[in-house]
Structure formats: C-alpha cells, structure tokens
C-alpha cells in the first residue's frame, strides 16, 4: 500500500521548457490537490479536483494546468517554466465529505527552473 | 477568510528539553485543526488532530488541544529527541471547506 506517490523526485527545467508531475493513490479517494512549498510561506494550493472529471483553481494557478486523468491519477503540467516556479510540488487526496477531514501528501517533487 | 498563525522558527532546543510551538488560528464556526509534520526530504505526516473545541490530540509524545477561547492549538512535547528535528505546521480546515490552511511552518533542531 503505497499511499499517494509522485514522479519524478526531481527535475531541473531551463526557462520555457515544459513538463508534466505525476500524482497517483491506491487509497480509492475522491478528491485530490496539488499544493507547492516555498521557504517562509508555508503550503500554498495550485489546483484540487473534488471527484473525477471535475477541476478547480486554488490560491496560485496561473502558470499551471491540471488533468484528473481517472480516479487514482491527478497530473499537474507546467507548459512554459519560469524561475518562479522553482518550488517543491505536494500531491495530497482525502476523502472529503466536508467534516474537515485529514490529507494525506506524496513524498513531493522537487523542481528548479534555470 | 480562514488563516493560522504559527510562532517563527527557527527554534533550537537540547535533548530532553520541554517544547511548546504555538499556534492561533481565525476562522468561522469550529473548523478541524490539524498539526503535520516534514521530516528532512520528505513529504508531509499527520502528527495529530482535532475536530472539535476542547478535544485533545496526541501522538508520539506530542499533544495540542483545541482552545475554542483563545483560538489557539499549541503543539506540546514533554521531553525532546534528536529525532524531532523536523518542520511542523499548524493546518485548519473548515466544515464544508474544500481547502486546508497553513501556517508558514516552524523548523525544530534538537541538540544532543
């Protein structure tokens, strides 16, 4: 039982270029986020999706888009990298039925833009 | 809208030592409160939680208990180990919200 996993670990971008972080969970729950983590600020949420087929924006969307491409798998893309988005990315899911449940997060990918 | 205060790190303690990081929280009704922890290189870990006003959380030594009077959820531990050298953040979610609010976090180095 994995949990909630993500690809790759690591990746360094130059300006411009574009990639995709995988996020997947074997724990069969509805709703899935994408968080990043900067020194000083905390998590902040890029994007969720509440149930499969469905997306929403967070706090900071802008430069990113997202596919909730089935129930386990909840892809983030970043179509022309910038140095700002120079960041560890978190994938977390949970089973919300709004009773302020638990997250439960990846392992995360760290990202540097050149 | 919703938002949690932690106190600034970074905080240094000895082995054995008593620790108290604090925590306050502004939000509507009676969110769940929530502490995590990030060891070095890996993702986030529930350490405790709370969904309701004087509930207790506790876990691996470590307590917090929800103060709906103060708005406060203060993370306790009676006697630190080098292996709680980690960074813990505070977290609320509200009933009916989709989203978990951070606080900015708070790294800990225990000393031997």
């Known amino acids: 039982n994995a949990g909630v996993t993500q690809t790759p670990k690591f990746q360094v971008l130059k300006t411009g270029q574009s990639m995709t972080l995988q996020c997947a969970q074997d724990m069969n729950h509805n709703s899935m986020y994408w968080y990043r983590q900067d020194p000083g600020m905390g998590l902040r949420l890029i994007y969720y999706?509440?149930?499969?087929?469905?997306?929403d924006k967070g706090e900071v969307p802008n430069g990113y888009n997202v596919s909730r491409l089935n129930k386990r798998e909840f892809s983030l893309r970043l179509e022309s990298a910038a140095p700002s988005q120079t960041s560890v990315y978190f994938c977390?899911?949970?089973?919300?039925?709004?009773?302020?449940?638990?997250?439960?997060f990846g392992p995360g990918t760290r990202l540097l833009v050149l | 809208g919703n938002s949690v205060t932690q106190m600034e790190g970074p905080v240094t303690l000895s082995e054995e030592a008593f620790l108290t990081i604090n925590c306050t929280y502004t939000a509507t009704g009676y969110p769940s409160l929530f502490w995590y922890v990030q060891y070095p290189g890996e993702g986030l870990q529930l350490l405790l939680k709370?969904?309701?006003?004087?509930d207790k959380g506790s876990n691996k030594g470590f307590e917090a208990t929800y103060r709906k009077e103060t708005t406060s959820f203060h993370l306790e531990k009676g006697s630190v180990q080098v292996s709680d050298s980690a960074v813990y953040f505070c977290?609320?979610?509200?009933?009916?919200?989709?989203?978990?609010?951070f606080g900015q976090g708070t790294r800990l180095t225990i000393n031997p």
């Open positions: 977390a899911v949970d089973e919300d039925r709004g009773l302020g449940e638990t997250q439960y």
């Open positions: 999706s509440a149930s499969e087929g469905t997306t």
């Open positions: 709370a969904t309701k006003a004087d």
């Open positions: 977290a609320l979610r509200g009933k009916g919200a989709q989203k978990l609010v």
